[in-house]
C-alpha cells in the first residue's frame, strides 16, 4: 500500500454569521503528495531555504514572501529575489503533486 501526505490550509473565516463583505468566501486547498515526492520536494525547499538563510527552519508564508516581510526582506534585491522565484518556480513545476481546492461564496 502507497504512502500519501496531504497538507492543508484555508483563507477566510469558516463561520456564516459575520460575513466580512470584502472577502465573503471561505477556501480549503490540499496539495496531496505520495511519499517519495513529499521527500523530493521537501528536500529541494530545504535546500532553497539553506541555499538563501543558511538553515531549514525559515516559515514560507505567501504574505511575507509577497510583501518581502520578516526574514523574506532579503528579497527586496531584486536579482536576488528574481534568482529566489526561479528556485521556487523550478520545485513547483518539477515535483509530481496533486491539489485539491474547494471554495464557497458565503453569501450565497
Same mark, same amino acid.
Not at 463583505?21 to 528536500?43: A, D, H, I, M
Given at each position: 500500500?502507497?504512502?500519501?501526505?496531504?497538507?492543508?490550509?484555508? $483563507?477566510? @473565516?469558516?463561520?456564516?454569521? !459575520?460575513?466580512?463583505?470584502?472577502?465573503?468566501?471561505? /477556501?480549503?486547498?490540499?496539495?496531496? &503528495?505520495?511519499?517519495?515526492?513529499?521527500?523530493?520536494?521537501?528536500?529541494?525547499?530545504?535546500?532553497?531555504?539553506?541555499?538563501?538563510?543558511?538553515?531549514?527552519?525559515?516559515?514560507?508564508? $505567501?504574505? @511575507?514572501?509577497?510583501?518581502? !516581510?520578516?526574514?523574506?526582506?532579503?528579497?527586496?534585491? /531584486?536579482?536576488?529575489?528574481?534568482? &529566489?522565484?526561479?528556485?521556487?518556480?523550478?520545485?513547483?513545476?518539477?515535483?509530481?503533486?496533486?491539489?485539491?481546492?474547494?471554495?464557497?461564496?458565503?453569501?450565497?
Amino acid at each position: 500500500m502507497d504512502t500519501y501526505y496531504l497538507f492543508l490550509d484555508e $483563507s477566510g @473565516d469558516h463561520g456564516l454569521s !459575520n460575513i466580512n463583505t470584502f472577502f465573503p468566501v471561505f /477556501l480549503l486547498c490540499g496539495v496531496l &503528495f505520495e511519499k517519495n515526492q513529499y521527500q523530493k520536494s521537501r528536500n529541494l525547499i530545504n535546500d532553497i531555504k539553506n541555499k538563501y538563510w543558511g538553515n531549514k527552519e525559515v516559515i514560507r508564508h $505567501s504574505s @511575507d514572501i509577497r510583501k518581502c !516581510n520578516k526574514e523574506f526582506q532579503i528579497l527586496f534585491d /531584486l536579482e536576488l529575489k528574481g534568482k &529566489f522565484m526561479t528556485d521556487v518556480n523550478s520545485i513547483i513545476t518539477g515535483c509530481d503533486y496533486t491539489i485539491i481546492a474547494d471554495g464557497i461564496q458565503k453569501e450565497e
